[in-house]
């Protein structure tokens, strides 16, 4: 019984020098992530008790007394903590939201000085991936094309952005809180679009790219190349065919022609040139 009593007495004097309290540090995590909350224990200070506890009752979650270190004291930080005992600095894994309080270190010197600091914690969630949607596209010719896109997040309180690569002739875009609509358009349709869609909050950015191949264009190109290349091959065969027959039949072109001249010349040579020069000798 007067150990109970004692007990009591002890706890509401140490609640008392409670009241007195050192320094508060801010720490911030994600969820899923190790951080260290630190004690902030004096440099020349020699520990010789450290008590980390959270609540208005000060419920201890880690403890270090001359018996040992004990850090699974709550279920609810079961196999996540760990005391360093030279400074005091208690490291907490795999973050929750609900590990967002103010913890309480009541560090203890061998001369028996007590202090006790304070860390307040906030536990952030992580930005989800945006989802990108390409759900209309015009290919309208091998010059030009437009896509219409959209990105939307199950995230809160966040601005989207855009990132066009090759850069779009004519870029524009609508947002709302949760979703954003870009439409891209292109002078000269390009083989592939990277479109990454940004979401920010704060600090914090992620993105989610979509790399769009635009095959119809190129496809088509190929295909004119093939017809020319077909036609060109088809004159030229024609023309070789044409000088194989000009330089076989070449007998028979010269006798035919001079068979024509024949014809057509050898009265002007017999009457009038050779008359006129006659006449003008004598
Ligand atoms: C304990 O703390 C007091 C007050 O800060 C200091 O004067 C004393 O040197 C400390 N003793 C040890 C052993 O750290
Ligand atoms: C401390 O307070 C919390 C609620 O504020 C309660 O659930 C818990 O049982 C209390 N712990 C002790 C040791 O009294
Ligand atoms: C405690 O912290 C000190 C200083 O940061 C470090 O050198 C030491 O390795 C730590 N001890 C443990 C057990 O993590
Ligand atoms: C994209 O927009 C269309 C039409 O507004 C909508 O039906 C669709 O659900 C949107 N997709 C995403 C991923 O937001
Ligand atoms: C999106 O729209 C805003 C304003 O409407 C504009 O300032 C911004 O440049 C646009 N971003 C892109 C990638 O088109
Ligand atoms: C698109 O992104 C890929 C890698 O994600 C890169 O290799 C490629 O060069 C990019 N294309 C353009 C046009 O920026
Ligand atoms: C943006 O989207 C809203 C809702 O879809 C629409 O009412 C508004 O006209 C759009 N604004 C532009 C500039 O496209
Ligand atoms: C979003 O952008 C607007 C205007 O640029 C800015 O006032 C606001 O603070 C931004 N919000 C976030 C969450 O970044
Ligand atoms: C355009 O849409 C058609 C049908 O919706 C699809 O087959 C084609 O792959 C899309 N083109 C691009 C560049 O995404």
Redesign the pocket.
Known sequence: MRFIVLFLLFQGLRVKVLGETGVTTKVEGYVGDTIILPAKVFKTWTLSRIDWSILSNYTWIATWHPGGINTERRPEYKGRLSL?I??G?LTMRDLRLRDAMTYNVDLLNTSNYNIVNRVQLVVKERLKKPTIQLYQNFTKSESGCVLVLNCSSPDTGINFSWEVEPSCHHCSNNSSSDTSELIAFFLTTPDTVNLTCIVKRELEKASSILVSKIKVPTFRRQQDCDYMFAWGFFTALLIVIGVILLFHFRGKITEMFQQFRGLGISPVTDSNVPAESVTSQK
Request: aromatic letters at 0%; glycine letters at 0%; proline letters at 0%.
């Open positions: 360093n030279s400074t600095d």
